[in-house]
């Protein structure tokens, strides 16, 4: 396991340049703008967790907690199988340096978010990941209780010709990637 410090809040600008790129190495090019993670270190309901190994940036993980309004599919689905109107935790993205894989970063971020979101009155949370064999946060969220709730086909396609992102999968717009969303209760 690599020693990991996880930083939550009053980021620096070096540090959200430096957050961003490894979110786009990792998620694909475009996937996030420099506003966009900037937003996670501003909005009182978004949730931005950097993992710093060696004082190096090995890991970054973004989540929001939204309301009963929220147009975030993702959300909608969680709220349509549960009789919840209490605001609901969405794990966004994980991204893990590689020369930190496999070393507990993304385990040790996952596991922040989910006392972040129980001490911000949290109660059920949910995240989509691609659906890939190989697809790390997917077998981190099973292995913390998280549980498979549905599949969402050409989930980032919309998304990918918006924001012209490259998927690292796919490639160019569109996306079509499946997304596996996983549920949790707090």
Request: net charge neutral.
């Amino acid at each position: 396991m690599l020693k990991t410090t996880i930083k939550e809040a009053d980021f620096t600008f070096e540090e959200l340049n430096q957050a961003l790129q490894l979110l786009n190495y990792r998620l694909g090019e475009g996937f996030y703008s420099y506003e966009m993670v900037e937003s996670y270190n501003k909005e009182p309901s978004k949730i931005l967790l950097m993992a710093f190994g060696d004082k190096e940036l090995c890991g970054v993980f973004t989540g929001e907690i939204v309301s009963k309004e929220s147009e975030i599919e993702v959300a909608q689905l969680i709220r349509s199988k549960s009789d919840s109107d209490l605001n609901i935790g969405i794990l966004q993205s994980l991204a893990i340096a590689e020369d930190a894989e496999n070393r507990g970063v993304g385990t040790l971020l996952i596991k922040k978010a989910v006392s972040v979101f129980k001490q911000r009155g949290v109660v059920k949370m949910g995240g989509h990941v691609w659906s890939l064999s190989d697809n790390r946060m997917a077998q981190i969220l099973l292995a913390l209780g998280f549980r498979k709730m549905a599949f969402l086909p050409n989930y980032w396609s919309k998304s990918s010709l918006e924001r012209n992102f490259q998927c690292p999968k796919c490639g160019p717009p569109p996306c079509s990637c499946t997304a596996i969303v996983y549920t949790y209760n707090l």
